[in-house]
């Protein structure tokens, strides 16, 4: 059974610092990884959505990567700002689910002023 | 602008007293599902629905029901709700097309039962 689990589980950094939150999955029969962010109490916000095809995708400021043989996912978030405080969860869409996606617990992030 | 729209956003009702939350969808997504969200558990499918007439028990269906009568909307029905269903939800969308596509979520539904 498909697993994901996001390491660590809460960050906190000082602004401007580049950053690296990890994700990893337990079967690497995926079609998809996708990250997203959640403000305190809000809604999900998609990132970034990485084909299993694909090594890296690229946002602004993030960079997604992917590495399936290994299960393994990071998101890069380059100069960070205060703005960036959130949670960010990753999904990946196993080719054995129907349609239902595995999620992370998610890492908690806080960006210092 | 591509999206899918929940509501209301914030609800406290009563222990007891039926309720829908809405879901509409503009993307012409023939797979919706709803998500529950709790601290230390994280996101749990409730429902989910391939398409028209269609629906099908998520991993945490009990005290919940479903329709799909339209293909845009998915709302979500809670007969008796009771205070253990206090949880934000999540409606999502995405085609089933193409399995290379990403899901839409909504906003998010925060209910409350007292």
């Known amino acids: 059974k498909q697993e994901v689990t996001q390491i660590p589980a809460a960050l906190s950094v000082p602004e401007g610092e580049n950053l690296v939150l990890n994700c990893s999955f337990t079967d690497s029969a995926i079609y998809n990884l996708q990250w997203f962010r959640q403000d305190p109490g809000k809604g999900l916000t998609s990132l970034l959505l990485i084909q299993s095809s694909q090594r890296e995708q690229t946002s602004g400021r993030l960079n997604a990567s992917l590495d399936k043989s290994s299960g393994r996912s990071t998101l890069y978030i380059a100069a960070s700002q205060p703005g960036d405080s959130a949670t960010y969860l990753c999904?990946?869409?196993?080719?054995?689910?129907?349609?239902?996606?595995?999620w992370g617990a998610g890492t908690k992030l806080i960006i210092k002023p | 602008e591509a999206q899918v729209t929940q509501n209301p956003r914030y609800l406290i009702t009563v222990t007891g007293k039926k309720l829908t939350v809405t879901c509409s969808q503009n993307m012409n997504h023939e797979y919706m599902s709803w998500y529950r969200q709790d601290p230390g558990l994280g996101l749990r499918q409730i429902y989910y629905?391939?398409?028209?007439?269609?629906?099908d028990k998520g991993d945490v269906p009990e005290g919940y029901k479903v329709s799909r009568k339209e293909k845009r909307n998915f709302p979500l029905i809670l007969e008796s709700p009771s205070p253990n269903q206090t949880s934000l939800y999540f409606c999502?969308?995405?085609?089933?097309?193409?399995?290379?596509?990403?899901?839409?979520f909504g906003s998010g539904t925060r209910l409350t039962v007292v």
């Open positions: 629905s391939m398409n028209v007439e269609v629906t």
């Open positions: 999502a969308s995405r085609t089933t097309a193409n399995s290379f596509y990403g899901y839409t």
């Open positions: 999904a990946v869409f196993p080719m054995d689910s129907n349609y239902q996606l595995i």
